[in-house]
């Protein structure tokens, strides 16, 4: 049982933890919609939303009665993550919730950013993934502190998981902690896990079209990286439209184009890193003097 | 695609509230899904039969209110309706829109024995 949250055995695993968390992912469904003709309308209607006074149950006419929730279906995980963000808050840490589809090339960046940050900045990962320790040991050859949660069928990383990483993690103040979520532009979108930002990696040989396709990402996202940029000459992709796009879903939404395997247009991701750490320490003087970690 | 999950959180709402008020049996529950909160109905109707199997509210029905999507228009100054997150502006066609409803997601009431 774990101390945490008293929560039991699942199917989440996260590295060198013996005890997983599966109770909020189940995913055991493949197909939902083959089975919704036969599931989806076999309920009887028998309550009408506003249509008339259809759940006013008089007292002593049943023993049935209504009990009001009013209770947001995500409040789980949102406590989960406000104490996550309490936590980060407290450190001086900034977390960073990376955000792509599969194959956009959030590994890569992230061991690059690693390699040329290092010696500037404490760092440390959360690599999500639903199964193998391969990404976090990629980060790990860097020679800085990666901890894997394999979600197993889970889509998404949720708060839960990212609170128990952090205990095996202890990720330094004042340091950047870089959370790269499992490959999905649906589901992570929904699940706050205490980041101060999320960060959508978009490469330019996936569809300039993405933002709109998968506009829910792209709304929660402080920041959109356009990530493969040395391929542009090879392309049709037309980042213009691209951005234009990503405005449409979230006007207020920053946009940088570099490549991670060239290094062109990275030093605009690592100022942008530098800014967001600088607004984190705004409270914490004593972590960020220098801008510099011992 | 996470609507199982979403059904999960909804189940340990009602354990929750059963344990507090006291009753055993969920019969209906009201869940408010707004228009832009990327929840297929559908998919949350089979995930929360599957979840709820033999559970609390095995059988109950779901009756699911769908709030509409609301978005300002910065340059019209006013409450306008919009059907996606990327929907330009009904009556001046700007994209310049802040999203002011249609992301809920509650659970809103249940009729318990």
Same mark, same amino acid.
């Given at each position: 049982?774990?101390? #945490?949250?008293?929560?039991?055995?699942?199917?989440?695993?996260?590295? @060198?933890?013996? &005890?997983?968390?599966? &109770?909020?992912?189940? &995913?055991?469904?493949?197909?939902?919609?083959?089975?919704?003709?036969?599931?989806?309308?076999?309920?009887? &209607?028998?309550?009408?939303?506003?249509?008339?006074?259809?759940?006013?149950?008089?007292?002593?006419?049943?023993?049935?009665?209504?009990?009001?929730?009013?209770?947001?279906?995500?409040?789980?995980?949102?406590?989960?993550?406000?104490?996550?963000?309490?936590?980060?808050?407290?450190?001086?840490?900034?977390?960073?919730?990376?955000?792509?589809?599969?194959?956009?090339? +959030?590994?890569?960046?992230?061991?690059?950013?690693?390699?040329?940050?290092?010696?500037?900045?404490?760092?440390?990962?959360?690599?999500?993934?639903?199964?193998?320790?391969?990404?976090?040991?990629?980060?790990?050859?860097?020679?800085?502190?990666?901890?894997?949660?394999?979600? @197993? +069928?889970?889509?998404?990383?949720?708060?839960?998981?990212?609170?128990?990483?952090?205990?095996?993690?202890?990720?330094?103040?004042?340091?950047?902690?870089?959370?790269?979520?499992?490959?999905?532009?649906?589901?992570?979108?929904?699940?706050?896990?205490?980041?101060?930002? +999320?960060?959508?990696?978009?490469?330019?040989?996936?569809?300039?079209? +993405?933002?709109?396709?998968?506009?829910?990402?792209?709304?929660?996202?402080?920041?959109?990286?356009?990530?493969?940029?040395?391929?542009?000459?090879?392309?049709?992709?037309?980042?213009?439209?691209?951005?234009?796009?990503?405005?449409? #879903?979230?006007?207020?939404?920053?946009?940088?184009?570099?490549?991670?395997?060239? @290094?062109?247009?990275?030093?605009?991701?690592?100022?942008?890193?530098?800014?967001?750490?600088?607004?984190?320490?705004?409270?914490?003087?004593?972590?960020?003097?220098?801008?510099?970690?011992? | 695609?996470?609507?199982?999950?979403?059904? *999960? !959180?909804?189940?340990?709402?009602? =354990?929750?509230?059963?344990?507090?008020? $006291?009753?055993?049996?969920?019969? !209906?529950?009201?869940? *408010?899904?707004?228009?832009? !909160?990327?929840?297929?109905? =559908?998919?949350?109707?089979?995930?929360? /039969?599957?979840?709820?199997?033999?559970?609390?509210?095995? $059988?109950?029905?779901?009756?699911?209110?769908?709030?509409? $999507?609301?978005?300002?228009?910065? %340059?019209?100054?006013?409450?306008?309706?919009? %059907?996606?997150?990327?929907? =330009?502006?009904?009556?001046?066609? !700007?994209?310049?829109?802040?999203?002011?409803?249609?992301?809920?997601?509650?659970?809103? /009431?249940?009729?318990?024995?």
């Amino acid at each position: 049982m774990c101390t #945490v949250c008293g929560c039991g055995e699942g199917e989440a695993k996260i590295e @060198g933890q013996d &005890h997983g968390h599966d &109770h909020d992912h189940p &995913h055991v469904h493949q197909h939902p919609h083959e089975h919704s003709h036969t599931h989806g309308h076999d309920h009887g &209607h028998r309550h009408h939303y506003g249509q008339g006074p259809a759940h006013a149950h008089a007292p002593g006419m049943s023993q049935s009665r209504m009990v009001q929730i009013e209770q947001d279906i995500l409040s789980k995980n949102n406590e989960y993550a406000a104490a996550n963000r309490r936590f980060f808050s407290d450190h001086g840490i900034l977390a960073l919730n990376l955000v792509s589809s599969p194959g956009s090339g +959030k590994t890569m960046l992230l061991t690059r950013t690693i390699n040329e940050l290092k010696s500037e900045l404490e760092l440390s990962v959360i690599e999500g993934d639903q199964q193998t320790v391969n990404d976090a040991e990629r980060i790990r050859a860097t020679g800085v502190q990666a901890l894997q949660i394999n979600t @197993g +069928k889970g889509c998404h990383l949720d708060g839960h998981m990212v609170g128990h990483a952090m205990h095996s993690l202890k990720p330094a103040d004042g340091s950047v902690l870089f959370i790269e979520n499992v490959g999905n532009l649906v589901c992570p979108a929904a699940f706050d896990l205490g980041e101060a930002h +999320k960060v959508a990696i978009l490469s330019v040989t996936e569809g300039e079209d +993405k933002p709109i396709k998968y506009p829910d990402m792209f709304h929660a996202s402080d920041l959109m990286i356009l990530n493969k940029t040395d391929l542009l000459p090879y392309l049709d992709f037309d980042v213009e439209r691209c951005i234009e796009y990503a405005r449409r #879903v979230n006007p207020g939404i920053r946009v940088l184009q570099l490549s991670a395997k060239s @290094g062109e247009g990275i030093q605009g991701w690592y100022q942008w890193i530098r800014a967001a750490r600088q607004l984190v320490l705004t409270d914490h003087p004593e972590l960020g003097a220098s801008g510099l970690c011992a | 695609m996470h609507e199982v999950s979403l059904c *999960e !959180s909804i189940l340990q709402v009602m =354990e929750q509230s059963a344990a507090s008020q $006291g009753y055993t049996r969920v019969n !209906s529950v009201w869940l *408010e899904i707004g228009q832009l !909160s990327g929840v297929d109905l =559908e998919a949350m109707r089979f995930g929360f /039969e599957v979840v709820t199997r033999g559970s609390l509210a095995d $059988g109950a029905s779901l009756e699911i209110v769908q709030i509409p $999507g609301e978005a300002w228009c910065m %340059k019209c100054a006013k409450t306008v309706p919009v %059907k996606q997150r990327f929907d =330009e502006c009904p009556y001046c066609g !700007s994209y310049q829109l802040q999203v002011t409803g249609g992301e809920e997601l509650r659970v809103k /009431e249940l009729e318990v024995d």
